[in-house]
């Protein structure tokens, strides 16, 4: 499936990487176990191609109206959309191609000409006397026209009507604004095309409802007063904004102010936020109840005096700028409103997808436009961030804690080895990321040991699964024995850990309800700023999780997890774990250097305390715990360190 798509978005690079640089090459520390010097190869191969001048020549447009209410489509339903090439005044070859792409990003009908009975058939016409038009299915998403019998002359013009037969076309399963139709020409039928310079492109929308998410935060005070936010969403975890009607809400039975019933209406658009205070100390869950099963209970949520606060955060994603869905402000409004997260970021490929930010400026302009607009010190803090794309020694996303946003491109000589990209970013307020580190699409060389300074954390978990070990729930596919997270630590690197979604579908936050796996990073910090968000990471107070809001405490003594403790007679030993859990929990596990040393079965309680003395610690060891609910939803600590 990946070397499908790889293969499909590589061919994408023949319109759209119109620069040519080198990739540089680093023979000391070798290279990712899993690298892909083929796609670093057709890459450069692709940047020397030489274009036609009539190669993308002429004008499309779509029937209707890009973003014109007639031409939307609710998410996984079918459509029928029509078309128009003109030619440019360099004409099309005899021999010569038109090439039509559905959007690429995700589960749009491939465009087929063989049967009408099928979703996606397309229809393609011309009314140019002596041209003859030959429609193949050449990739996923695309279709190839072949102009036969004669040249099409400047002006003349082909209709393509895609989802022509009774099924129509099917179209992305994730809501999104501007989802793009692509044409492109090879106007003298080398073989190398490039997009026509008019954006086509409709709205997907979300579908009726069909799950309750209810979001609450997961520490406060006692007299504090915080929201729940209840999102209606369709099947695919898109928010279902059509949705009207009452939501019944239960409590615990101490007296809360909490209503009742609370009504959708349609100016509504799917989400509410309520207040609700809790006085006393205790762990609270909300459940809720709406028409046609409609059924869901919240994450747990302590209330104590002296709490570390927990937020929640997911600091990489895709939107539809790469390989993602939903356009920037798609993607920050559903973190803010739909998910309830309190920091994102957005974290775009450098270099992957239709116009790569690394040679669109103008794309990673709007990008930081949009993550300015949003950020609310307090309230809800964005991050901007890219994806370092790096297909030789891994992938790194690279986070801002400041306006000032250069990016450096994973292709460029000059930064396209980790120790080259942070040696650009070194005294900024910056931070990297590697991601996928022990296998997926390709896993992380770590002969180039994480910067202290630059990357204090390591994503271990995502929807791609976990990087941990071999023995942790939902491991990564492709995994490289050897590359987990804690091959690493056990070769003496100290990092903490987070979750991301690294989603593609753009629901950030809810990366998990479309696969067994997503990803959060929870943070322990009381300041919802920029700058204590990064203090937090820098110092480790961070823990991940696969996608539940699972309240982890962890100490050994007095010190947190990320901590660094002198071993010694005198070291506190006595390390304490509390779990709450949004699911009933399978086990609880201790990890010590290298090793599962203790496993405590969970019974099903969602609420778990438990707490060990450990024997003989010595200098260089290291201790984590994860806790395991019984559907597979997961946390973990970061480790705590003995020098
Ligand atoms: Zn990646
Ligand atoms: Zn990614």
Same mark, same amino acid.
């Given at each position: 499936m990946w070397t499908k798509r790889l293969f499909w978005l590589l061919s994408l690079g023949l319109i759209i990487w119109p620069l040519g640089c080198k990739w540089g090459r680093e023979a000391t520390r070798g290279q990712s176990p899993s690298a892909r010097p083929e796609i670093v190869e057709t890459l450069r191969e692709n940047l020397e191609l030489d274009r036609h001048p009539s190669d993308g020549g002429g004008r499309a447009w779509l029937e209707g109206g890009s973003g014109d209410p007639s031409t939307a489509v609710t998410a996984g339903h079918p459509g029928r959309w029509s078309l128009v090439f003109e030619t440019g005044p360099l004409g099309i070859a005899e021999g010569g191609w038109i090439f039509f792409q559905a959007p690429p990003f995700w589960h749009w009908s491939t465009p087929q000409p063989f049967d009408p009975e099928q979703p996606g058939f397309t229809l393609v016409s011309t009314e140019a006397e002596?041209?003859?038009?030959?429609?193949?299915?050449?990739?996923?998403?695309?279709?190839?026209?072949?102009?036969?019998?004669?040249?099409?002359?400047?002006?003349?013009?082909?209709?393509?009507?895609?989802?022509?037969?009774?099924?129509?076309?099917?179209?992305?399963?994730?809501?999104?604004?501007?989802?793009?139709?692509?044409?492109?020409?090879?106007?003298?039928?080398?073989?190398?095309?490039?997009?026509?310079?008019?954006?086509?492109?409709?709205?997907?929308?979300?579908?009726?409802?069909?799950?309750?998410?209810?979001?609450? @935060?997961?520490?406060a005070r006692p007299g504090e007063s915080v929201e729940l936010t209840i999102a209606v969403l369709d099947r695919f975890g898109n928010l279902s904004k059509e949705f009207t009607g009452e939501v019944a809400l239960t409590g615990p039975a101490t007296e809360l102010d909490l209503p009742s019933t609370v009504e959708f209406a349609a100016e509504d658009e799917g989400t509410r936020r309520i207040e609700i205070t809790f006085v006393e100390e205790g762990i609270y869950r909300i459940q809720a109840e709406g028409a046609d099963g409609l059924d869901a209970a919240s994450n747990p949520l302590m209330v104590a005096a002296g709490l570390d606060r927990i937020l929640w955060g997911d600091i990489h994603g895709h939107s539809n700028l790469s390989d993602g869905s939903g356009t920037p402000e798609d993607y920050f409004r559903y973190a803010r409103d739909v998910a309830a997260l309190d920091v994102v970021s957005l974290t775009d490929h450098d270099h992957w997808g239709m116009e790569p930010l690394a040679i669109h400026p103008d794309v990673w302009e709007g990008i930081k436009e949009q993550a300015e607009l949003f950020n609310q010190p307090e309230k809800f803090v964005t991050l901007l961030g890219y994806e370092w794309t790096n297909w030789i020694h891994g992938h790194r996303h690279v986070l801002f804690f400041e306006d000032q946003a250069e990016l450096f491109d994973s292709t460029d000589p000059d930064y396209d080895t980790p120790d080259k990209l942070w040696a650009a970013l070194r005294g900024r307020e910056v931070l990297t990321v590697a991601h996928h580190s022990a296998g997926g699409p390709i896993a992380t060389n770590w002969n180039y040991l994480p910067d202290p300074e630059l990357e204090p954390v390591t994503e271990i978990v995502s929807v791609h699964g976990s990087s941990e070990a071999l023995d942790s729930p939902a491991?990564?596919?492709? @995994?490289?024995?050897?590359?987990?997270?804690?091959?690493?630590?056990?070769?003496?690197?100290?990092?903490?850990?987070?979750?991301?979604?690294?989603?593609?579908?753009?629901?950030?936050?809810?990366?998990?309800?479309?696969?067994?796996?997503?990803?959060?990073?929870?943070?322990?910090?009381?300041?919802?700023?920029? /700058? /204590?968000?990064?203090?937090?990471?820098?110092?480790?107070?961070?823990?991940?999780?696969?996608?539940?809001?699972?309240?982890?405490?962890?100490?050994?003594? /007095?010190?947190?997890?990320?901590?660094?403790?002198?071993?010694? @007679?005198?070291?506190?030993?006595?390390?304490?774990?509390?779990?709450?859990?949004?699911e009933p929990l399978e086990r609880l596990d201790l990890i010590r250097s290298g090793a599962v040393v203790v496993t405590v079965p969970g019974d099903g309680q969602r609420t778990f305390s438990w707490q060990s003395q450990l024997q003989d610690l010595r200098p260089g060891e290291y201790i984590y715990v994860r806790a395991v609910q019984i559907d597979g939803g997961a946390a973990w600590s970061s480790p705590i360190f003995l020098e």
């Open positions: 002596g041209v003859e038009l030959a429609p193949a299915t050449i990739d996923q998403q695309l279709m190839a026209i072949e102009i036969r019998g004669r040249a099409l002359e400047p002006g003349e013009q082909v209709r393509i009507v895609y989802g022509a037969g009774p099924t129509g076309a099917l179209a992305d399963r994730y809501a999104e604004h501007r989802s793009r139709f692509w044409v492109a020409v090879d106007g003298n039928g080398d073989g190398i095309r490039r997009a026509v310079a008019d954006p086509l492109w409709v709205d997907v929308l979300g579908g009726a409802a069909a799950r309750l998410v209810l979001t609450l @935060p997961s520490t491991v990564i596919y492709s @995994p490289v024995p050897g590359n987990f997270v804690r091959d690493v630590l056990d070769s003496g690197v100290r990092f903490g850990f987070i979750g991301s979604g690294d989603g593609h579908d753009g629901h950030p936050g809810l990366a998990h309800l479309n696969g067994p796996s997503g990803g959060l990073a929870a943070i322990l910090s009381d300041g919802l700023t920029r /700058e /204590e968000i990064l203090a937090a990471i820098r110092s480790r107070r961070v823990y991940a999780t696969n996608g539940p809001r699972i309240l982890l405490r962890v100490s050994l003594g /007095e010190l947190g997890m990320g901590s660094v403790l002198e071993a010694g @007679p005198h070291a506190p030993d006595r390390l304490r774990v509390f779990v709450a859990a949004p």
